[in-house]
């Protein structure tokens, strides 16, 4: 009897480290499903934002080149430069009047391109010596077919450096009213 009384608490206490350790699980249990709840939350979060991210994407490019064509379609040549004077930007009609494939001119100084010059603009000098905003200056004296470009101040990038000039070439020969 006494044997079985031992082996009647040996099998108890079995038991209750059985429960305890089923209690344990169950607890780790709910944890791992409440983890798990929370992952597909953020999957489900990560995927709307992936779709609006896409849809953004999608828009800005579209934005993009809408944005090209508009400047594109503009006749009168259009450029900007970087603070080195180099051109990063400019229409198709600053292509043409450079007489130079649209590859080419990007990444060139502009007064290499057009107008040519010896140097750049002193606006453009001054402009990124003192970082300062200039009105426009004279231009130099140009063949009357040639279209004269209007300078502009620099555009300031994100980081707050100077981007150089947006500039549009105008065409004298028309009338003032019938300028862009």
């Known amino acids: 009897m006494a044997n079985d009384r031992d082996r009647t608490a040996e099998l108890e206490g ?20 409440a983890r798990v709840a929370d992952l597909d939350k953020t999957r489900r979060a990560m995927l709307y934002m992936l779709e609006d991210l896409e849809e953004t994407t999608r828009a800005v490019s579209r934005a993009g080149r809408e944005w090209t064509a508009t400047v ?7 450029f900007v430069h970087d603070s080195d004077l180099r051109l ?21 100084p502009y007064y290499e ?36 470009p ?10 707050a450096r100077r981007k ?7 065409d004298e020969g028309r009338p003032a009213g019938d300028r862009a």
Do not use: Q
């Open 88 to 108: 990063i930007r400019a229409n198709r009609a600053y292509a043409r009047i450079a007489g130079m494939d649209f590859d080419d001119i990007l990444g060139r």
């Open 72 to 78: 594109d379609a503009i006749s009168d040549p259009l």
């Open 150 to 159: 209007r300078v502009r101040p620099p555009l300031p990038d994100d980081a």
């Open 14 to 33: 079995e038991i209750a480290r059985l429960k305890a350790e089923r209690d344990e699980k169950s607890n780790a249990l709910r944890s791992l499903k």
């Open 164 to 170: 150089g000039p947006a500039r549009r070439g105008a």
């Open 113 to 148: 391109v057009f107008p040519k010059m010896e140097g750049p603009f002193n606006s453009c000098r001054k402009a990124m010596e003192e970082k300062e905003e200039e009105e426009a200056e004279s231009l130099p004296a140009r063949p009357p077919d040639r279209p004269r």
